[in-house]
């Protein structure tokens, strides 16, 4: 699949930003908890998302899809074996493990695949299991966690990082049982909040949501519930950058409720005019001017998942720019798809790089290597001059709803061609 660009369009009118793709996953998984129906709203018709309900499926757990709504229905799991092939195309499904490891005692899965944009190691929640009581085998990609017992001490586990998966995974499996857990050096980002939210609707016991000391008293049972996963906040951003590169106006609706200031607030400092309201926010026309420095951090920090899109609204930024990812090796190895666009960028290490704008871009065939990095590549490609094709579009379609009807209906000159 390949998305065919011709830019220079300004980018005007409302679009709606999507649920949270980050939220979604843990969210899921966490309906596996139990056998009464679970409701989930505002998700995102993503490929990954399907990917995801392939897995349920194949677990025996009843799925309906309705418009943005899932209605879950885990009665009864079927068996406790995460299917190889599916793991192997969504990052995401490591958040099962904790969960069929909390409901069934036991889980078999592999080391989960997804983008390759640096080392994503599954230590920390291995680690992290094993603190729990739970037992840890490995034959080469495969691995089997199980309780021997369900333990009624107290755990305090200190994460290795503040990892966002782990996380939810040690949440998901601690929730049920007679186990105290205190989990120290959690991740905060706003899907970690959306979970713990969903499980207390459900009946769970947890303390310190939104903070990096999280306290779980276990219970016996959880119930069925109905719950709106929050907006995808790299969404909103991806859409200010749009727009502002290219000069547009445009209202981004769908934000209700959002704390959107970490992904909000680096990019007013580029110039970009954001009137913000309580349901949506307005992007102006804006002189753009770079930044000493960018830098990604653990949520309330600039997201890692921005820093793509982030770079290309450098190149068109007046000074100098020093962007920097401490997170993932392989971030910044996209960025020489911009130089070819005509943007002047010079690669510092595997993590930094120097961005020097405004420059002219010009339309390129290029391939789309990752999620963000495609995206990006969409968005640079709006601002260039002349005709684009971003091939493997199909990517950025496993994180982007509707990418091409959004930008369309917001003018601009986007088609989406079958390869």
């Not at 192997?88 to 989960?112: D, M, Q, T, W």
């Not at 684009?388 to 601009?412: F, M, P, T």
Request: aromatic letters at 6%.
């Amino acid at each position: 699949m390949k998305y065919i660009i011709n830019g220079g369009h300004r980018l005007e009118g409302t679009v709606r930003v999507s649920g949270n793709k980050n939220s979604v996953f843990p969210c899921i998984a966490g309906a596996l908890l139990t056998g009464e129906e679970v409701i989930l709203e505002n998700i995102s018709d993503l490929v990954d998302t399907e990917v995801l309900i392939q897995i349920l499926k194949k677990l025996g757990v009843a799925v309906e899809e309705n418009v943005s709504t899932l209605k879950i229905k885990a009665s009864a799991i079927r068996h406790f074996n995460l299917p190889e092939d599916l793991m192997l195309k969504l990052r995401g499904s490591i958040v099962l493990v904790g969960a069929l490891l909390g409901r069934e005692g036991k889980v078999n899965f592999y080391h989960p695949g997804g983008d390759i944009i640096g080392r994503r190691s599954i230590e920390t929640h291995a680690g992290g299991f094993k603190a729990l009581g739970a037992v840890l085998k490995r034959s080469g990609s495969k691995f089997s966690l199980s309780f021997a017992e369900h333990s009624s001490l107290t755990c305090d586990i200190f994460l290795s990082e503040a990892s966002v998966t782990a996380t939810e995974n040690l949440i998901l499996a601690a929730v049920l049982g007679r186990r105290v857990v205190v989990l120290r050096n959690c991740a905060k980002e706003p899907h970690v909040s959306d979970l713990c939210k969903m499980l207390v609707q459900m009946g769970a016991n947890i303390e310190g949501i939104g903070t990096d000391t999280i306290r779980i008293t276990g219970v016996e049972n959880l119930h069925g519930t109905k719950f709106r996963i929050g907006a995808d906040y790299i969404e909103v951003g991806t859409y200010v950058v749009a727009c502002a590169i290219t000069g547009g106006e445009v209202i981004i609706e769908g934000i209700e409720g959002a704390f959107l200031a970490p992904a909000l607030a680096p990019l007013k400092s580029f110039g970009i005019k954001i009137e913000e309201g309580k349901d949506s926010i307005k992007v102006f026309p804006s002189k753009l001017k770079s930044i000493d420095k960018l830098v990604t951090n653990t949520w309330p920090g600039f997201p890692t998942d921005l820093m793509s899109v982030a770079i290309v609204l450098a190149t068109q930024s007046k000074g100098v720019s020093l962007c920097h990812d401490w997170m993932y090796e392989g971030r910044m190895f996209f960025v020489d798809k911009l130089i070819t666009m005509g943007a002047k960028i010079t690669l510092a290490d595997p993590h930094r790089v120097l961005v020097y704008g405004p420059d002219k871009l010009r339309g390129k065939v290029l391939e789309t290597p990752d999620i963000r990095a495609g995206m990006a590549l969409v968005v640079a490609a709006l601002a260039a001059k002349g005709k684009s094709i971003i091939n493997q579009a199909q990517l950025i379609e496993r994180g982007y709803e509707d990418v091409v009807y959004k930008l369309k209906s917001l003018g601009a000159d986007i088609e989406r061609v079958e390869a």
